[in-house]
């Protein structure tokens, strides 16, 4: 039982290049996250999955797409990297009770130059 | 206003001290709390989660929840060194429980 994967660890990329975050869990959740956090800013919600088939923004989505593959995945994406978004990247998920609480993945730390 | 707002700190603390780790949040119709621990370069852990009203006790940690107030907050007791770290308070939304918002996080320092 892994809990919760994110793939890469480190990533550095040049503007305007494109990637994808990838992120797994094998908790059965319905809902998975992606968070990005900055110094100073705490976490702040790019996008969340609240079930497999939906997506929904949150309060940081300018600049990223996602895609909920199935239940297992979560991937989020860079269409156009800037150095604006140069950040740490976390996924987590969520289980289906609402006393449930979120696991993070390791993170992956980002830098766009 | 932020949805979630805790004081950045640093908090210092001597070691066997407690300490008192503060949050407010703005949704009055917020059902569900957590207190996370981050050491830095990890990701969040949970220490605790508060549903109702109250305190709630878990080995050195005590989470109060004040709803009427909107407040939250998390007393480590006997603080160690080791509990230094960012503490990071997370609210639900009213709209649906999946909806987790954070607070930016209060660093605290335990001096030995």
């Known amino acids: 039982n892994a809990g919760v994967t994110q793939t890469p660890k480190f990533q550095v990329l040049k503007t305007g290049q494109s990637m994808t975050l990838q992120c797994a869990q094998d908790m059965n959740h319905n809902s998975m996250y992606w968070y990005r956090q900055d110094p100073g800013m705490g976490l702040r919600l790019i996008y969340y999955?609240?079930?497999?088939?939906?997506?929904d923004k949150g309060e940081v989505p300018n600049g990223y797409n996602v895609s909920r593959l199935n239940k297992r995945e979560f991937s989020l994406r860079l269409e156009s990297a800037a150095p604006s978004q140069t950040s740490v990247y976390f996924c987590?998920?969520?289980?289906?009770?609402?006393?449930?609480?979120?696991?993070f993945g390791p993170g992956t730390r980002l830098t766009v130059l | 206003q932020k949805e979630v707002e805790q004081n950045s700190g640093p908090l210092s603390v001597p070691e066997g001290a407690i300490a008192s780790l503060n949050c407010t949040y703005s949704d009055r119709g917020s059902q569900s709390f957590f207190w996370y621990r981050q050491y830095s370069g990890k990701s969040p852990e949970l220490i605790m989660s508060?549903?109702?009203?109250g305190d709630k006790e878990d080995g050195r940690f005590t989470a109060q929840l004040n709803k009427a107030s909107q407040y939250v907050s998390l007393l480590i007791r006997d603080s160690q060194p080791s509990d230094s770290a960012t503490y990071l308070c997370?609210?639900?939304?009213?709209?649906?429980?999946?909806?987790?918002?954070f607070g930016t996080g209060t660093k605290l320092q335990v001096i030995p």
């Open positions: 997370a609210v639900t939304s009213s709209g649906g429980y999946q909806k987790v918002t």
């Open positions: 987590a998920s969520l289980g289906t009770m609402g006393t449930d609480t979120q696991y």
């Open positions: 999955s609240a079930s497999e088939g939906t997506t």
């Open positions: 508060i549903y109702s009203n």
